[in-house]
């Protein structure tokens, strides 16, 4: 089985971990220096969120200002098109920002939003 890790820069792991925990992931572990914590997406991705300066140990550049900048989109499947509304609404509500209203292309139903430390993320539906 292939397992997905998605590692991303965070300002505070608590408050970070608290963003996501509103979403519905969950808490696994803290890494042993307590600048890492891993979250479970699925059975198959894991979140692992690092304080910046852990981050850029890990990659030996400098962590992306996403103030002016994005490296990367993180895309979830949902089950509906209201569950991809109901969790964007939960980011909203925890302090993300969302990135405006729905939008179907086909069979697909997409609606996207900023974390806490301006990560952007999209929850999707794919119909049929």
Do not use: C
């Amino acid at each position: 089985m292939t397992m997905t890790f998605i590692n991303l820069p965070v300002r505070d792991l608590t408050t970070a971990a608290e963003f996501y925990r509103t979403l519905g992931f969950t808490t696994d572990q803290t890494g042993p220096d307590g600048d890492s914590m891993m979250l479970t997406i699925s059975d198959t991705t894991r979140l692992m969120l690092h304080v910046k300066s852990a981050f850029e140990a890990y990659t030996g550049v400098a962590a992306t200002d996403t103030a002016t900048s994005r490296e990367v989109i993180v895309g979830l499947s949902a089950q509906s098109r209201e569950q991809v509304d109901e969790l964007v609404d939960r980011a909203a509500v925890a302090g993300g920002e969302p990135l405006g209203p729905g939008m179907a292309n086909g069979p697909m139903y997409m609606r996207g939003f900023r974390d806490l430390d301006g990560h952007q993320w999209s929850f999707l539906h794919m119909a049929g």
